[in-house]
């Protein structure tokens, strides 16, 4: 079955706030005492350093999404970072909406390049984008400050990480929400892939929410053609306890024109996984955007707003969050 075009938009506005943020910054001296005469101008061998090079063709996504868990202020934060590497240097992109029901906000977005790097994948603060990183790179809060508009993602504990069979990571934080002077408290999904930037996108893929006792992700395990019945493994959280599931199976039952990218989109989603795990998803509400290509087809980059029920060891749990979902 088919539904009709997809539209969404939307604004808001932030007004300035103190931000609440305290760094601490390391200065380190280094010293050279020069004793001696100094030799001559090729009497010694001057070590050279290495040029630094780029890991070659690849595609760095790092994915954060900040959703509340209760329905009485219901924002979602979803933050998209890549990295693409090439032979001169690194094609950055960041961007971030907010979005709180049915209103998107794009806040951010920057295209941007670097120099080559030895760690292309570090994010990299940039325009109104600012990181705050404590112990071992981590991240501990992102800042976006850009004229009235003030957003602050503080990031808590590690509740759960899970690992992919090729190198993906999902790992689950607690987390807090500052915009306009007003804290939500909420989960964070951090996200990370790597892909091969001249071969298909990456699969879809899930953060689903019901309550604060569930957290699922649902990943894809590779980019199928629309039609095709999705292969996708799982993990949950249930009260703490953990879930995984190997091996589902998603299909679209409904689709939606949307017409500039000339392509269908999902509406509704089944998920199969056995006796362990059904369920059934539906779009609230959408942010899409077609990008450039020959055609008559062009790609789609979409995020998807989705509510619906999963069924688990024969509980039911109604749910919503976000669907990422690409399409070459």
Do not use: K
């Not at 004793?35 to 996504?61: F, T």
């Amino acid at each position: 079955m088919r539904r009709g075009p997809v539209d969404s938009g939307g604004r808001w506005g932030a007004r300035t706030g103190a931000l609440r943020i305290s760094v601490g910054t390391l200065l380190v001296v280094a010293a050279a005492c020069d004793s001696g005469e100094r030799p001559a101008l090729g009497e010694v061998d001057v070590p050279i350093p290495a040029p630094v090079s780029n890991p070659p063709d690849r595609l760095y996504e790092r994915s954060i999404v900040f959703s509340t868990v209760g329905t009485d202020t219901a924002f979602m934060v979803p933050m998209l970072f890549t990295a693409e590497t090439h032979a001169d240097g690194i094609a950055r992109t960041a961007r971030g909406w907010l979005r709180r029901g049915s209103t998107w906000d794009a806040f951010h977005d920057a295209s941007w390049d670097t120099p080559p790097s030895r760690a292309p994948w570090r994010l990299l603060p940039h325009g109104g984008l600012r990181l705050v990183v404590g112990v071992e790179d981590a991240i501990t809060t992102i800042v976006f400050e850009e004229g009235p508009r003030v957003l602050e993602l503080e990031f808590g504990n590690v509740l759960i990480e899970w690992t992919g069979r090729t190198g993906q990571v999902f790992r689950l934080l607690d987390g807090a929400l500052f915009l306009s002077e007003q804290r939500v408290g909420g989960i964070v999904v951090d996200a990370t892939r790597t892909l091969a930037s001249s071969g298909p996108p990456g699969g879809d893929w899930a953060f689903l929410m019901s309550g604060d006792s569930l957290q699922v992700v649902l990943e894809s395990t590779r980019y199928e053609p629309p039609g095709t019945p999705g292969v996708y493994h799982g993990w949950g959280r249930l009260d703490s306890r953990e879930l995984q599931w190997p091996s589902l199976t998603v299909e679209w039952p409904e689709t939606s024109a949307f017409e500039p990218a000339r392509q269908d989109v999902p509406a509704e989603w089944s998920i199969v996984g056995g006796q362990d795990l059904v369920g059934t998803l539906t779009a609230e509400t959408a942010q899409l955007q077609a990008g450039d290509g020959p055609g008559p087809l062009l790609p789609v980059d979409g995020l998807f707003g989705v509510s619906g029920t999963l069924v688990i060891d024969g509980q039911a749990f109604p749910v919503r969050g976000l669907i990422r979902h690409t399409r070459p």
